[in-house]
């Protein structure tokens, strides 16, 4: 007896649910894009190393182009298309408009998502790579561009916009906990 090779889901996308049929192996990214019509998520490697598929899925940075959409059920999926509150941006959003975080423009819907992310983990005390003392004691470590571009460096722009990126991601974080709500982690532990 063969077992199913689909299911109908349920995803909960910018605050709207959508209950769809997808293939098991069906990428969030795809459904996002193809059967959702939210091409404001990019397809780009397709191998989960450029960014450019990146959302937030529990306020977690997710690469939806390696993220099973079966598995995306029943959780919270924040993609650019949700990030504004109507016509007022997120202050991440606006950072980008401002200081020119963009050129073509092809990466920044992932660069944004992942910024919001980088935000949210930071202020939850996350060490990175760069972080000089990792301790939880220590508390967030200052957000120095080295701290962002370790934190942002999975999110490849091909024009090299990243000292506008790096600029746009402090000025957001200097706006304080609007950069942040909604849309970050809810835990201040990381997932095992």
Known sequence: MALPTSSVITLHING????????????????????????????GCDQGQCGACTVLVDGRRTVACLQLAVAAEGRKVTTI?????????????????????????????????????????????????????????AGPPPLTPDEIRERMSGNLCRCAAYPSIVEAVTRAAESGPAARTDTGPESKEPAA
Request: charged share 25%; glycine share 10%; hydrophobic share 35%.
């Open 16 to 43: 709207e649910r959508h209950t769809l049929p997808v293939d098991h192996r069906t990428t969030l990214l795809d459904a996002l894009r193809e059967r959702l019509d939210l091409t404001g998520t990019k397809k």
């Open 81 to 137: 298309e949700g990030v504004a509150d109507g016509d007022r941006l997120h202050p991440v959003q606006q950072a980008f408009l401002d200081l020119d975080g963009y050129q073509c423009g092809y990466c920044t819907p992932g660069q944004i998502c992942s910024a919001i992310g980088v935000l949210a983990e930071h202020a939850a005390g996350w060490p990175s790579a760069a972080s000089a003392d990792v301790r939880p004691a």
